[in-house]
């Protein structure tokens, strides 16, 4: 089975800029989450998508934004975009849980922003 | 809101020592916990997932235990390698949040 898979890898922006960050999760994986990792804040929670509808939302502003297509594949976008926004942006996707069980989360390589 | 801390923050030893690392939290409401490393640059990579109910799990040379009554939950490396060095992560999901430590970051020294 093919990992989660993130692209771009790697992007420079310039601020003002507006950015979009996509996902494909793990075949089978219908659960896509999105998070913000910094040296000073660690890794950051922004939202999760499950079957096309967001079901969790973190404290990022509403710059930040994502949807879930039908295939369960996932995209976030940054508008406007500001110097602190640079850091590594990693998915995570997970099969829908077992009763009485969560299941594991895989993570993608990340896509990593950095704004100028 | 759940709080995850990790201690200690850095950690060297040589190689072939056993070690433990930390991780607490505030809230014992959990559904799991999760151990992941993290190489430079990379992204995160499951390790031991531990469910509310058990109180252990192994794979191999980790060894990862949960008390949730004290919000505690360590993860044994034995005979460390150069290449078990990283950053290692726990996590616990509540509902269908994750809320993730900052890390510990190993280097085993030949």
């Known amino acids: 089975k093919a990992g989660v898979t993130q692209t771009p890898r790697y992007l420079i922006k310039t601020r003002g800029q507006q950015v979009t960050l996509s996902c494909s999760p793990i075949?089978?994986?219908?659960?896509v989450s999105w998070y913000q990792q910094t040296p000073g804040q660690g890794l950051q929670f922004l939202f999760e998508y499950f079957s096309e509808t967001q079901r969790n939302k973190g404290n990022f502003p509403g710059r930040f934004s994502g949807r879930q297509f039908s295939n369960s594949r996932s995209e976030m976008n940054v508008s406007t975009l500001e110097l602190g926004d640079s850091a590594l942006y990693l998915c995570?996707?997970?099969?829908?849980?077992?009763?009485?069980?969560?299941?594991?989360?895989?993570f993608g390589e990340g896509s990593w922003l950095t704004v100028v | 809101k759940q709080e995850v801390t990790q201690i200690p923050a850095a950690l060297s030893v040589p190689e072939g020592e056993n070690l433990v690392l930390n991780c607490s939290f505030t809230d014992s409401a959990i559904y799991n916990l999760q151990w992941f490393r993290q190489d430079p640059g990379k992204g995160l990579t499951s390790l031991l997932l531990?469910?509310?109910?058990?109180r252990e799990q192994t794979s191999g040379r980790l060894n990862a235990s949960l008390d949730k009554s004290s919000g505690r939950s360590t993860l044994y490396i034995a005979a460390s390698q150069p290449g078990d060095s990283a950053t290692y992560l726990c996590?616990?999901?509540?509902?269908?949040?994750?809320?993730f430590g900052t890390g510990t970051s190993l280097t085993v020294i030949p």
């Open positions: 531990i469910q509310s109910s058990q």
């Open positions: 995570a996707s997970r099969e829908p849980d077992s009763p009485f069980s969560g299941n594991t989360i895989y």
């Open positions: 996590a616990v999901r509540e509902g269908n949040q994750f809320y």
């Open positions: 075949s089978g994986h219908r659960s």
